[in-house]
């Protein structure tokens, strides 16, 4: 069976109280009850792993490439805009990555505009909410 794991960062356990009207009232434990459901739906296993520190996203990044993780969906929070290494470790781990935003990052702040970690990603999709996610799962599902 495909695994395929689900990596959010920083802030993303504060979902369903840090800002609502950015990104909703569905905690980060529905979001991951809803896409359990949705990856069973699928036939694929999905592995979640959030972390409001870059070293330990980092690490699980190598621990899911040893494992051979066959997709990747990356949350990587305020991350995203400044994290070298988290783009080298999402580069280098050989693992089919989706980089995945709640907000439309094109819409907010100037400094959000730019993502460092999407250069390493096979896509990026923002501003959907979090079916971003479920669109992401699909896709990396699909792939043989």
Request: charged letters at 20%; aromatic letters at 4%; proline letters at 2%.
């Given at each position: 069976?495909?695994?395929?794991?689900?990596?959010?960062?920083?802030?993303?356990?504060?979902?369903?109280?840090?800002?609502?009207?950015?990104?909703?009232?569905?905690?980060?434990?529905?979001?991951?009850?809803?896409?359990?459901?949705?990856?069973?739906?699928?036939?694929?296993?999905?592995?979640?792993?959030?972390?409001?520190?870059?070293?330990?996203?980092?690490?699980?990044?190598?621990?899911?490439?040893?494992?051979?993780?066959?997709?990747?969906?990356?949350?990587?929070?305020?991350?995203?805009?400044?994290?070298?290494?988290?783009?080298?470790?999402?580069?280098?781990?050989?693992?089919?990555?989706?980089?995945?935003?709640?907000?439309?990052?094109?819409?907010?702040?100037?400094?959000?505009?730019?993502?460092?970690?999407?250069?390493?990603?096979?896509?990026?999709?923002?501003?959907?909410?979090?079916?971003?996610y479920s669109y992401?799962?699909?896709?990396?599902?699909?792939?043989?």
């Amino acid at each position: 069976m495909k695994t395929i794991a689900i990596l959010n960062g920083p802030n993303l356990d504060r979902l369903g109280r840090r800002e609502p009207q950015i990104y909703g009232h569905e905690t980060l434990a529905d979001l991951e009850k809803r896409l359990r459901a949705e990856a069973a739906a699928l036939g694929v296993d999905v592995v979640f792993f959030q972390s409001n520190h870059e070293g330990a996203l980092v690490d699980r990044i190598s621990q899911l490439a040893d494992s051979k993780a066959h997709g990747m969906i990356v949350n990587a929070g305020g991350l995203t805009h400044t994290s070298v290494a988290l783009r080298d470790a999402i580069a280098g781990s050989g693992i089919p990555t989706i980089e995945v935003h709640i907000s439309n990052i094109h819409a907010r702040e100037e400094f959000r505009h730019k993502s460092v970690t999407g250069g390493a990603c096979l896509g990026i999709i923002a501003g959907l909410g979090r079916e971003g996610y479920s669109y992401a799962l699909k896709f990396l599902a699909s792939r043989s």
